[in-house]
């Protein structure tokens, strides 16, 4: 953002919020383009590192990980990575790269980030499955976990792959089992708009940033115990692991959610967790694929995220 859309946004901020909170927020907007001059570590590339099958939380915290999942028997380990960004888009530029073109040709990628559709192509690997567009749960505004689950096992016991990335949603707000005001769609994504959501709510202090942390932790657990329970259950594999794409800021350094490119350790410091899975049998995987073409709706499932 330069200088002269700064100065554009403050103006209607002024116009149309309370001069106290738009002069909070466009404060906040001129710290986030200086903390971006600020040179970060390259991070920690999901490539150089074993796995068969990788899950990604999105906007995972480290710390509020490992507070709650740090002792977890069933987790062979459990470390701290530097991610490779602070925002979905700037992970994936920077994952899916022709740097890596041999994995990603043997590499299945089922996710729920409507970001795919302009961060990620179907050329580059054996199989993009683009949950998202076919699957979406507008009272949740976002996906819940369990359509990315049936098509994942459904990938991993029919198809050919040497590994897959499972792309979810949570923890990333709206929180599923502690709502906090609305949710995203993918059309708010793609036409760069944005929803009101809990971030904006505690920076105006409706709410605290203790009982934001806490909605958040419990849509971490509700993401967790669904792996725990069932996806581990439906695949096997000898080498799960669960990290994410970038963290989630509350306030720190003036910093809310995860804006790209911002090298501050909230955003950047994340899990890197190792299981594995058997599979059981006992799940059965449903027929979700749809031809129904929700490119008009991408923007909505965006804004349902609070990303425009």
Known sequence: MGFS?????????FRDQSPRFAAKRSGQELLTGALRRVPGPAGDSIWEREWDVLLILDACRWDVFSENYGDADWLETVEPITSVGSASPEWM??????????KLASTAYVTGNPYSEDHVTENQLALLDEVWRYVWDDDLGTIPPEPLTNQAVKHWRTGD?????VHYMQPHWPYVTNPIEGGFNPRTVINNEKAENAFDLQNRGEI?????????????EYIIDHIHRTLLQAITADQVAITSDHGEAFGEFGIYEHPSRVPIPVLRKVPWAITSGRDTGEYNIDDLRSDTEIGATREKKLRDLGYL
Do not use: Q
């Open 5 to 13: 859309d700064w100065a554009a946004e403050t103006a209607s901020r």
């Open 93 to 102: 530029d920077k994952t899916f790269t022709t740097e890596y073109k041999d």
């Open 161 to 165: 792959y040497e590994r897959m990335i």
């Open 208 to 220: 605290s940033k203790s009982d934001h942390i806490a909605a958040y932790s419990d849509n971490l």
